[in-house]
């Protein structure tokens, strides 16, 4: 199974047990990801910017409008973090210190390159499309040639990345397990609700399958 290599960039430091470093495992959160965090440094001040993206094997896909800071700072190929948190459950212990939360993160390092070429751009974004919702690309109007001129795309290879991962139940110092205080896990999962039509769109058009059956499972 391919890993990335630990280093100082991105060994887990705190609780490393928690840590991995296989493919399958930082591909796989991210793959399940609404939304990630972009970290970049531009004339010394930090900016974290959260966006929707994609991936594609070992390459992460933004896109925005051509006057985006962000976007700029990626297509010099200066280096940039990406984030990004699933958020399983809220862990309630007997102590407030020991709560926690049930997750899965990715931290992953790399650095970017303006996607020029045409028809990459539009696969990119039909990958960033079908990342937030499956289908959708198929029926929607694809971009034309303005929209395209005043979209950049951005691709950042993933040179090096970690994932963290909580599971499990609290854990309380033992004096503390015979107080009377209710402890446990509070699933929590996204999920859609009920869509809201457009009330400009004709009455007669079906609410369409990858609508009705959404799930980020």
């Known amino acids: 199974m391919p890993t990335y290599p630990k280093t ?4 887990v430091k705190r609780l490393p047990k ?51 800071r962000m976007l700029k700072h990626i297509a010099t190929g200066s280096p940039v973090c990406v984030t990004a948190t699933i958020v399983d459950g809220l862990v309630l212990a007997r102590s407030v210190f020991h709560h926690s939360v049930n997750y899965r993160s990715v931290v992953l390092f790399g ?15 039909e990958a960033i499309t079908e990342h937030i919702i499956p289908g959708r690309w198929r029926e929607a109007r694809l971009p034309n040639h303005k929209e395209m001129n005043a979209t950049s795309v951005v691709s950042i ?33 996204e999920m859609a609700l009920a869509p809201v039509r457009d009330e400009l769109m004709p009455e007669d ?8 059956n959404y799930s980020r499972k």
């Open 8 to 11: 100082e960039r991105n060994r």
């Open 111 to 125: 650095k970017g390159r303006l996607v020029a070429d045409k028809k990459e751009k539009l696969a990119a974004l």
């Open 18 to 68: 928690r840590g991995h470093y296989d493919h399958e495992t930082v591909y796989r959160i991210l793959d399940k990801a609404l939304i990630c965090h972009v970290g970049f440094v531009d004339q010394r001040q930090p900016f974290v910017i959260p966006t929707n993206f994609a991936r594609v094997n070992d390459t992460i896909l933004l896109h925005g409008s051509k006057a985006s």
């Open 205 to 212: 058009i079906p609410i369409p399958y990858y609508v009705t």
């Open 157 to 189: 290879k993933i040179e090096s990345a970690s994932a963290k991962v909580r599971i499990g139940p609290p854990v309380d110092d033992q004096e503390d397990y015979t107080l009377p205080v209710w402890a446990g896990i509070l699933p929590l999962q």
